[in-house]
């Protein structure tokens, strides 16, 4: 069980122009898409590689590739998508596969609407999602994934509460969060103060 918090300080800069409450759609959109890639060299710091005998133009090397664990990408939609274009840029060959839910607003449980994955269960997993408020999309995820097989995944967030850090860690200790901010926690709304508001309409303009 692992909560990583990635300080690195063009995150937490670019983190910081997301929050203010003036930063518009576009800004915020392009934001968020940088910082899934930044993050993505600490989400995959792990991946092992092996060692390759190549040619350089100079001469025969020893040289280091990724070990062949082939990567699954899963944003929970819809603002866990924002994260997936920066993602795909260090991780080209990824798959992408899709969860479709949202919070009712009264009770603040997730509604489920939407499954899709690739073919292959033996795909090291990053579920995106920038929002960890409650946990409770977070580990009907998980949940889903896991029945549907998959044994190695990774959560990858932007901002967390500690809420829903610790149900996560309480219901799948397995899985490892990746946040660039732990907040204070969670409004009567279950909203994560200070937070940066609601990430789905701010990435799509709705509301
Ligand atoms: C937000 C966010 C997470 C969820 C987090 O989605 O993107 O999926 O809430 O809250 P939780 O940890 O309490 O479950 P939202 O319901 O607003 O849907 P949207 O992305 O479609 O706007
Ligand atoms: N979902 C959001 O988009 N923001 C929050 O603060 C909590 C849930």
Redesign the pocket.
């Known amino acids: 069980m692992a909560l990583h918090i990635i300080n690195h300080p063009m995150i937490q800069h670019k983190l910081t122009i997301m929050r203010r409450k003036e930063t518009g759609t576009r800004e915020f959109r392009d934001l968020l898409r940088e910082i899934g890639m930044l993050m993505g060299y600490e989400v995959t710091r792990d991946f092992p590689l092996k060692t390759v005998t190549i040619e350089t133009p100079m001469q025969q090397m020893v040289a280091h590739e990724l070990a062949g664990r082939k990567i699954l990408l899963v944003p929970?939609?819809?603002?866990?998508l924002g994260m997936v274009d920066g993602l795909l840029t260090l991780i080209p060959t990824a798959k992408v596969g899709h969860i479709g839910?949202?919070?009712d607003e009264s009770t603040?449980e997730?509604v489920f609407y939407y499954y899709k994955m690739p073919q292959g269960k033996d795909r090291i997993v990053i579920i995106t999602?920038?929002?960890?408020?409650?946990?409770?999309?977070?580990c009907?995820a998980i949940h889903r994934l896991k029945e549907d097989g998959y044994s190695n995944i990774r959560m990858m967030c932007l901002v967390a509460?500690p809420e829903?850090v610790k149900r996560v860690q309480l219901e799948y200790p397995e899985v490892d969060i990746y946040t660039a901010a732990l907040d204070d926690g969670l409004n009567s709304d279950?909203y994560i103060m200070p937070g940066l508001g609601?990430?789905?309409?701010r990435i799509?303009g709705?509301k």
């Open positions: 929970i939609l819809r603002a866990g839910m949202y919070r603040h997730p999602d920038p929002m960890l408020a409650t946990g409770g999309s977070a009907d509460a829903g279950c609601d990430a789905g309409d799509f709705t």
